[in-house]
């Protein structure tokens, strides 16, 4: 049985602006039963504050503390280098790098930018790398859905358009990184077997959390494709949050 | 002794806004000489009528009849499909596509869209793609030498982050496409084998015409970096223009 859980939250809990059916009293008893558990997100375009605070607008009793996320990890691995960092990111997170010398840059980092994905910046930064830059994303997913239910572009396909005009690897910092599920171990105070990590991304959490040892959970909600279970053996597969959820209550 | 000559634009006869030094006499020569020639270029940027107009600018003696582009390529690709084609392309080139039905699109074309490269136009590509439509791609070169002197993204980039995105694989229709080679050899009424093809890009020009039979010949001009030589194997490597066209003039 698991001793603690790691929770996605777009798709999981909520999708677009609404909770999901039975998430906000599944997170409830989650919370009653005493077990620790932690909110993972690789969403790039809000800071963890405005995260938490849409996240109680929908009934959750989520702070800011039960949120660990890419921005967040990201700021982490900029100044445990001193990095100087030019920012392809959401205008909603500069604010989160501004005490970080931003002259001279020698790291591109890479957000889900959206509308700042011109080819003025893009070019920007692709000429960053091609000076000698080092390129840090905050996650690699491909593509997430969007406000209007339809599937748009996420940072991953920027960071290949990005590694193959200049030649350049990039680092991922966000999930799918094994750094960034040891990160959330250790927020826990748990060893990685006895945490499960629910999700709806096959790949960037439930494999990924699993490929450093994780339990996992995939979730038929969010952007799950029927056949994604494929991408993730060995995990849990169940129709969503709740009944992730329920067996961890009976114990 | 090679029978024709195909002319890469870009890198090798100007560079930015300037004809290359010797390049304008260079061409008069080869055209006094009776070897038949044709000016080949990815650039998508403009249509033919108006390559020709600023080529006339700067001195040379080049029609539209002697170039091929590869807005022209791609436009012949689609109509022979009879496919409907959704535009990602630059602004200045629309124009050679008005004469396609666009409604319902089955097909993404991809030229150098420069600012047209927004989030917005990317996501509606992505979504296309996702719908099931083919992709198809002007050139894949990854950057070129801007008018300002620094490198920019071209095609290849945004191509590669469509295909990771939506893992549908393009269709090159410019170079280093085989078909765009084999399509400038018919206009010169010649075997491959009896026609050199002259370029500044290791790959795109040179290496991809040798793979179907050409002659190559690398500049030192343009955007060749020292070491590209490694990048064509067996291909004459000359300081420019005029050094790679002396040779054919003294038969």
């Given at each position: 049985m698991p001793r603690g859980v790691l929770i996605d939250l777009s798709g999981v809990i909520y999708d677009g602006t609404c909770a999901l059916p039975g998430a906000v009293e599944s997170l409830q008893a989650l919370q009653a039963s005493g077990l620790p558990w932690l909110c993972i997100t690789n969403t790039t375009r809000q800071r963890r504050r405005d995260i938490a605070r849409d996240l109680q607008a929908l009934g959750f009793a989520i702070s800011e503390a039960h949120i660990l996320s890419a921005v967040d990890a990201t700021h982490q691995w900029l100044a445990t280098r001193q990095r100087r960092p030019s920012l392809l990111v959401h205008p909603a997170v500069v604010a989160e790098f501004l005490d970080l010398d931003r002259r001279d840059?020698?790291?591109?980092?890479?957000?889900?930018?959206?509308?700042?994905?011109?080819?003025?910046?893009?070019?920007?930064?692709?000429?960053?790398?091609?000076?000698g830059a080092e390129l840090v994303t905050m996650g690699d997913n491909r593509y997430f859905r969007d406000l209007d239910q339809g599937l748009s572009l996420d940072i991953g396909p920027f960071r290949a358009l990005l590694e193959h005009a200049s030649g350049v690897s990039a680092t991922v910092v966000g999930k799918p990184a094994p750094t960034f599920f040891t990160t959330a171990c250790e927020r826990l105070?748990?060893?990685a077997k006895d945490v499960l990590v629910i999700g709806d991304d096959a790949e960037h959490d439930v494999a990924a959390g699993m490929a450093i040892g994780l339990q996992g959970c995939l979730v038929r909600t969010g952007k799950y494709r029927p056949g994604d279970e494929a991408r993730c053996p060995g995990a849990q597969v169940v129709a969503d949050f709740s009944a992730a959820v329920a067996p961890l209550l009976r114990g």
């Open positions: 840059p020698d790291t591109v980092v890479l957000g889900d930018a959206a509308d700042g994905f011109s080819y003025r910046a893009l070019n920007r930064a692709f000429r960053l790398l091609l000076q105070g748990l060893d």
